[in-house]
């Protein structure tokens, strides 16, 4: 895994770090080398459930 990748995967890890809940997911979206979102999970009410950490890489 090269230093780009961990350095995603960390920001996705951190991420996740500001989740209140007992499971804590981190997101990051990534368009041509750069992130244009992030985030985590939290106790929202929502109809979708199990939400996963999710790292999009694109372009």
């Not at 780009?4 to 997911?25: D, G, Q």
């Given at each position: 895994?090269?230093?780009?990748?961990?350095?995603?995967?960390?920001?996705?890890?951190?991420?996740a770090l500001k989740s209140p809940m007992?499971?804590?997911?981190?997101?990051?979206?990534?368009?041509?080398?750069k992130v244009i979102s992030s985030g985590?999970?939290?106790?929202?009410?929502?109809?979708?459930?199990?939400?996963?950490?999710?790292?999009?890489?694109?372009?």
């Amino acid at each position: 895994m090269n230093h780009k990748m961990e350095s995603l995967i960390e920001l996705a890890y951190l991420e996740a770090l500001k989740s209140p809940m007992t499971s804590r997911y981190g997101a990051i979206l990534v368009y041509n080398g750069k992130v244009i979102s992030s985030g985590y999970n939290d106790d929202r009410k929502l109809k979708i459930s199990n939400n996963k950490l999710c790292c999009l890489l694109c372009g």
